[in-house]
């Protein structure tokens, strides 16, 4: 019952398998091997449009590096005030990219439109005291589990557009969202305004696979300066275009994410059927937000079950009481359906 | 006949194995699981004292924060001058480190002792214009496959300390070293002054596996954090850990060093008994630099060998002819005799 | 009636002449002349404790470089969210310290205690994702011309030592707060658990002298480090000593800041008794907040009155009609009762 | 007998008095004023083009976020071995641009052509381990007292155009170079090649009045915020004004700097006289280099002559005796005949 995060999980087998295979023998490093080259044609094929792919270490690197890629000097990145790149990277979006992240209010992890407006007019292009904006990111899956529609995509892309503003997607969920929404990674990302993308495999059964991804190639030129300069370029680059190699042949990364998501199914069908349990508020993807009384939280961590308390919402604080806990529960390729029907089990009798 | 680098060979099938064993299960992030933990246990035994271990990328990221941990505001370091970090890391260090590196000259890549010296006192610790000396940083093996000898790493490492300055050893290639040396890990660091070590596995038969360990784990607290910051904390840290379990297992890391060592030494005999080609220098590591016509250079390439040509340093310039040219020959985990027989019979008929 | 800014004044007669006799003469640079040592003694006396100083070239510089001085990696550092290293200062603060600022509320530009404690709570020692609490800065006069009292000092900074996080001062208008407290200096800072302090001279009638004292010299260590690498440090640093010089003699400064306070209090008068305009809020220092008829503002305007239209603070906004303007006053050592009565006529007349 | 340096002198009375008299009325602030703008004009017409010009606080910062204006991610920078952003600004350049200052030998601080082309060679355009040429940055006058002629500067600005470098000019001592030549400002500068000037006039006889100008006004848009979080922005930026104003009137700048050439010419003539002392090198600007007894030194200092001892360049190391001391006489517009003749005499009576 590891409901913790799906970077709990260890790496798909065909995943593994590959890596053992690509072991042997010989090839240049630093990304210009054969198999680097494929994967990032295989990119393109993916994406329906020739893009520029560099790989990284983390997703904080790809968010990180991403957001440096659009900076300039005094600007500012707009982003969901619970967004990873403000909550959980230490600043490393601010130190790489030199830019502040400007927090935008809205529910369940998702940017509200007008919010966005509001703020990126504090933020005029002239304006050498206080910041310009400079960029929009927003997170595909949202960190609340929820997924942005393809029309919402594009209404806060639009709102970047028309304020000359880059887009920026953190997809560490990217393959979670894609199939919550049966979208193509085109439309889901450049044909709705991204321009550059943090295509994330670790979290969906990759044991390292991070890439950042831009969909107007002459847009990253400076990136293996800024990528090198990092420290993020990987000399046996391989391992990575192994992995991602496993993982998008046959469809294996929706697969995996299909079944992650399915798995999140079960629980929040469980959880809206119980009766000592409820759901916190309706997701989409991998990740559901549950509240149960504070003694079942305890009996299930008692028999075994991973997950983690989550600070509560806002906008949902009012409905929580004081013997109630807010927990966040995250499925993953590896989750099992015995599993997440133990868990219900044990919310059930208790 | 793969002599460009040791990061062109993938890894070893032991390494392999134990990431697909691995890769089973479920296991706490960040580099809190009990494997993650069991190898931070396994490097204090090998050092014989407590170290504070921390994964990183690459051995640029290695370098880079290892010194940041030392740096104070307006600090410069001292570097061979064809250390990695001034040649090939693309100033990351200075960027991480908020330090210049300074040049220290020396014959076949070491620092010679007179010249850190005389380098050092250009940087006294009240030179708020010119800047003040912070720490010195060795390469062991060094760049041009030779490797400091235990009293040559105390002699260095004695001026740094009657200076006040912090020791870091850039190990890219330390078990080459190490087992070219015979010495224990212990006896070519911490006990001849070593404060920080950056321990490279990569090319010695892991797919990625580069860590920084300190010696006074007191003096890694400030780590945690700029490692996070930096983008450079891996969520399935236990990737990095498998690969170092099999590593470290019944001493696979000598092994493989000391096959990589003696098919360098089976290039050496080669040449110091050709009698088209000659050693440029004499090597104690994985790296042997040769000096061959360039009409066998090219026949060589032309029959699949692959190694670089490498900048003639000043000190051998003269002894190298306009039709010749100085090459690179780096052998790895993954080097055969047969390839390596094959090159010096290619060498011979030319 | 130039209400826009303090610093739209020039400099005091007193300290220009000051300049003009200091310009003879050779003294040595870099602040090592005899005229930079007694201003440093000057200080010292003042505080009534062993200070160091460092003049640099701006407010952002001191606020930025103080609190650099204070900062660990992946540290946040508290400030009201109306300071002006939020608002103003181009994100300089976060580039020259590595650390985000976290916005505390509060009414009245003053940051409240409990919010204070509850934004503290969110950055634990240990939160590497996260961040760590590092410091409180603090602006003493506040951005909305509010004073914080001794008491409420000290309450801050006692929550600031409970979590063991350093404290500036932000003192762009340390004098006017000064007189409107009636404090001496070191009531008014160290007394009262401040830390460091960024001194403005600037805003209170000199040319450009604004100067980071630390109470405890053994935390300035590496401060001319720090503020040479910023670019901060002044060759002919005479030119701030022989203005503060000026300042300093026979309390000049603080005549200037009662003179400033004298004419913002004649401000507040003549609006508590208007009855075309009213205050916006109580304010203590030279700067006054009040909410006049669109059309009485364009008037005044019209008729060569300088101020700024003033971004409104939720806590007031219910209260300002559409067809009204919120608009700040700031008077300074220049500033004659003259304008003050012409600017209120004009008022009276609309 | 002040000859330690230009810097130790005060502010010329012309400049002390514009200060005065600017000193009263109210202006509005950031460089927005009148008198700011009128500046800004007269430089385009004294440069002969329209210019951008920002003032900055210190020459280390004119230099660094000159740079900084042209610097790309993994970009290095060319300047003389003994230039003063490598020798002594702290690293202040690289932290700023983010490049390293790479060392270019040249007799006498001048950078050799030759030497440039070589390291140019060094850096190409894709190498992303490296690093890339991005920029020249010469210093005019040198270190060493001598001054490029116009031919000369066209060679190395040449050099960087075939490469696609920008050019930086250090013009600590612009006008000492100028009216050694007897050039005009355009002719020396983007006539010439070059890009963006250091002008600086803090050690001609201003207390601190330092301006990037951008003679291509089209690649200064990124600098008011590269500046503004710098923390560079003066908001009485009209002090620098009026000191700019009195120093460019009637051309008291070239006046100030021809009498301190002239000083320098009578320092010259005198030591080319002495049988004491000798000149070390040839010098055309307000800096004399002289080779003096170790005793005559001591005398020198005791009898109140101020200088600093120099490192000794290695091309004329071999010229000077053990008991004799390398020294640097600077000279300024407040240098005077007498204090020239007195210490001249010293030297003969030694």
């Known amino acids: 019952m590891f409901f913790a995060s799906d970077n709990w999980a260890g790496a798909h087998p065909l995943i593994s398998e590959r890596l053992t295979k690509e ?18 044609a295989r990119f393109s094929d ?11 270490a983390t997703g904080t690197a790809a968010n990180s590096l991403a957001l440096a890629s659009l900076a300039r000097p005094g600007g500012v990145t707009f982003a969901h005030s619970e967004a990873h790149v403000i909550e959980d990277e230490l600043g490393a979006p601010d130190f790489f990219s030199g830019m502040r992240m400007i927090e935008v209010a809205g529910p369940l992890g998702k940017m509200d439109a007008e919010s966005l407006k509001a703020q990126i007019a504090r933020f005029p292009q002239d304006a050498v005291h206080h910041g310009r904006a400079n960029s929009v990111t927003l997170t595909q899956a949202t960190e ?5 529609d393809l029309s919402e995509i594009q209404t806060l892309t639009q709102i970047a557009r028309e304020n000359g503003l880059g887009v920026h997607m953190d ?19 450049w044909k709705r305004g991204v321009d550059v993308l943090s295509f994330g495999g670790t979290k969906n059964g990759c044991w390292c696979a991070e890439a950042i991804v831009f969909f107007d190639p002459a847009k990253a030129r400076e990136m293996p300066f800024i990528r090198k300069r990092a420290a993020q370029l990987f000399s046996k ?5 192994a992995q991602l190699a496993a993982y998008l042949d046959n469809d294996l990364w929706l697969d995996l994410a299909r079944h992650a998501n399915g798995m999140a199914d079960r629980l929040r069908d469980g959880l809206a059927a119980s009766n000592t349990a409820r759901l916190a508020w309706g997701t989409q993807s991998n990740e559901v937000f549950a509240v149960i009384p504070r003694a079942t939280a305890k009996l299930a961590e008692d028999m075994g079950a ?5 600070p509560t919402p806002k906008d949902v604080a009012e409905t929580i009481q004081k013997d109630e806990s807010l927990i966040r529960l995250v499925t993953s390729f590896a989750t099992t359906t015995e599993d997440v029907d133990r868990f219900l089990d044990i919310l059930q009798q208790a």
């Open 23 to 40: 072991a042997a023998g010989f090839a240049s490093a630093y990304g210009t091997s054969e198999l680097d080259r494929s994967i990032e």
């Open 46 to 56: 993916i994406f329906e449009t020739d893009v520029a792919v560099f790989y990284v």
């Open 144 to 148: 609340q589990g929820t997924v942005y």
């Open 171 to 189: 997809g560490a969920r990217f393959a979670n969202a894609l199939v919550a929404l049966g979208a193509t990674p085109a439309e889901m990302t």
């Open 237 to 241: 680059s391989r391992f990575i275009s």
């Open 306 to 310: 991973k997950f983690y308390e989550w």
